[in-house]
Structures are given as structure tokens and as C-alpha cells.
């Protein structure tokens, strides 16, 4: 089938597609991981947590099924890669937990503050993409790759849960996925207090679907176009690095998914918060407050190169074709997180 436009702004539009959707539960669903992880350690509720697990739990079966019906080739992509190292993984999603706990957000959440008016996400945004791209290709990506090969491990086969049980029992690989999601998704939502809050329940759903759709249509265009779209998802690290050299170098740079996703985070924030007259110009007054957040922002870029992925792209994307990293990424975040927190109750920025 011909492609009428260029391949990179079709990209860009699926991208926008799927981030309108995010955008939009982060800000009418409050959609957002440092806030259920807040509220699963201090406010006595997982609610939000379940809302996590619902949308994993909805984007395993959506993928799992298009992977059934020859839809989406999963193996392309680096999560499904044949080498992996779980030391950065884990040491990654680590660095990143933390980096959103002294930031107040991570990529994806300042991005919807961003989209409510918020000018201390800007920072957050400007700082995080810029320190993705130091380790990922700038001065310290050698040091990474040394410290931390991303095929530490060889396998020789992709490196997901689903297809070593396939492997291993001869079953076709989109079912243990599709099972691992129905499972998720009936432990997340499978209390009565939590499906009183049909919101929440709607909400997770929408970013499960947000994600399948992603995959879907990169998918899409790698089988009809020239091959030069990979088959990818959401992730807010490298991609807002990725915006930023865009709008630098747009007159010679294509646009891409990663663009499109981070405008339309944005863009689906800014309609949400005007939808709920929340929208208002908020900077940051107190000098404490902005360090720690470039802190933070830098630690969130750096942990995620080494996780391979941000709090959405391992949490959920990555998690979505379970590949082997993300659960020790996630296990990582949701430690950094813990540890960032406890850090800023004892006083962590009070110099």
C-alpha cells in the first residue's frame, strides 16, 4: 500500500495519537507514578497503583492478541533484543525512582504539568532530555557501554518472558502473554473498592489501549514503509531529547514517533487541565526547590539510558511484550522512589 506523506511525520501524527490519550489521563484521570507510589506508601491507598496495573494488565492482552494475529513483530525492537544486562536494569530504574522523587515527576508527568501551566516541569523537561542524550550518545556514552554493556548477557534469543515459556512448551508465544495480562489485570482490578471507582478503572484502560496503539501503528508503518520506522511505543526520556533537537534542527531533522508523542502528552494535558479549570502560570520561588529538581531531572535521564526506559516505557511498554528488563526496572523505580522520598522527609535539600 503506497504512504502518501513521509513516513517520519505519519510517525509523528500515530505518536500524537496515542500521547493525546496520556496526556489526557494524566490530567483528567490523574494518571501519574509518583503519585501512586505516593499513595501507596504514605496515603494508606493503592488505588492509583491498581490503575498501573490495569493498564500493563490491558496493553499485555492488546499486544499479545495483535502479536497473534501477525501484527505487531515484537522481536524488532531493543526490549525483545537478544543480549541484556540486568545489573542496568535494575541499577537504572534505581537511579531513575529517585530522580523522580526529587524531581516531583517524572518525563511523562512534567510533561502534563507542562501541558497545566506548570514552568518548573519546563525545567524538569529541558534538563532530563539533555541528560538522556549525554549518556546515551554524548560524552558519557562510552563510559556506560564499558561499565555497562546492554548485552552483557547473550542469549541468542529474544529476551521476553512470553517467548521463553513459548520455547520452552511449545505453545504459541501470544499465549502465555495473553494470560499474563488477564492475570494482571483481574489481581489489579479484582477489588471491590477499587471497581467502585469506575474513573480510575476507565482511566488505566484508556493508557493500556494509549500504548497498544503504539505499537500498532509503528508496526503498521515498518511493514508498509521503507524501514526506516522502528516498531515502538511510549517512553518519555530520549524522546524529549529527541523534541528538543527537533525544534534546534527541524529544517534537517525528520519528524519522528518520539516528537509527535511528546506534543501530543502535551497537547492532551493542556485540554484536560482547561477541561477541569486547572490550568494556571506556576514557577518555582524557592532556589532549594529548583536544585533538587535539576537533580533529580538528571538522574532520571541518565537512570533511564541505563533502564533502557522511563517509568512509561519500562513500566509499561517494555512491560506490555515482558521483556526480562522490565521488572527489575520497575522493581528499580519503585525502590528509587521509596528511598528518594524517605531521603526528602529527613531532610534531604534543607542546605
Not at 490503575?51 to 496493553?59: L, P, S
Not at 500504548?211 to 503498521?220: H, I, K, L, Q
Request: hydrophobic content about 55%; aromatic content about 10%.
Amino acid at each position: 500500500m503506497d504512504i502518501p506523506l513521509a513516513e517520519g511525520a505519519i510517525a509523528a501524527l500515530i505518536g500524537a495519537g496515542g500521547g493525546l490519550l496520556l496526556g489526557l489521563a494524566a490530567r483528567l484521570g490523574r494518571f501519574c507514578t509518583l503519585g501512586a507510589v505516593e499513595d501507596f506508601l504514605y496515603g494508606n491507598t493503592d488505588h492509583r497503583l491498581r490503575m498501573w496495573g490495569v493498564a500493563i494488565g490491558t496493553a499485555m492482552i492488546a499486544v499479545f492478541a495483535m502479536i497473534a494475529g501477525g501484527l505487531v513483530p515484537a522481536e524488532t525492537t531493543p526490549y525483545l533484543a537478544t543480549g541484556w544486562n540486568p545489573v542496568a536494569h535494575a541499577l537504572g530504574g534505581l537511579m531513575f525512582g529517585v530522580g523522580m522523587a526529587l524531581a516531583g515527576n517524572c518525563g511523562f508527568g512534567a510533561l502534563a504539568r507542562l501541558g497545566g501551566g506548570d514552568l518548573r516541569a519546563f525545567v524538569i523537561v529541558l534538563v532530563m532530555g539533555i541528560s538522556a542524550y549525554v549518556v546515551m550518545s554524548g560524552p558519557l556514552a562510552g563510559l556506560r557501554i564499558w561499565l555497562l554493556p546492554p548485552d552483557l548477557i547473550q542469549t541468542g534469543e529474544p529476551t521476553g518472558y512470553a517467548h521463553l515459556l513459548s520455547r520452552s512448551f511449545g505453545v504459541p508465544v501470544a499465549v502465555p502473554g495473553i494470560l499474563a495480562g488477564i492475570a494482571v489485570l483481574a489481581l489489579s482490578a479484582g477489588r471491590k473498592s477499587f471497581l467502585a471507582q469506575p474513573r480510575m478503572l476507565g482511566w488505566g484502560t484508556v493508557v493500556g489501549l494509549a500504548v497498544a496503539m503504539g505499537w500498532a501503528g509503528s508496526a503498521w508503518l515498518y511493514d508498509d514503509g521503507f524501514g526506516g520506522v522502528a516498531v515502538q511505543s511510549y517512553t518519555f526520556a530520549a524522546p524529549l531529547g529527541d523534541t528538543i533537537l527537533y525544534a534546534m534542527t527541524a529544517s534537517g531533522t525528520p519528524l519522528g514517533f518520539a516528537v509527535g508523542a511528546v506534543a501530543g502528552v502535551w497537547t492532551g494535558a493542556f485540554i484536560g487541565s482547561l477541561c477541569k479549570g486547572h490550568f494556571r502560570w506556576e514557577a518555582c520561588e524557592d532556589p532549594r526547590e529548583l536544585k533538587r529538581q535539576i537533580f533529580g531531572a538528571g538522574l532520571m535521564g541518565g537512570g533511564a539510558v541505563l533502564a533502557m526506559g522511563c517509568s512509561v516505557g519500562q513500566g509499561i511498554t517494555a512491560m506490555s511484550i515482558l521483556s526480562y528488563g522490565a521488572p527489575l526496572s520497575l522493581a528499580g523505580i519503585f525502590a528509587g522512589v521509596a528511598l528518594g522520598l524517605r531521603a526528602m522527609i529527613a531532610g534531604f535539600d534543607a542546605a
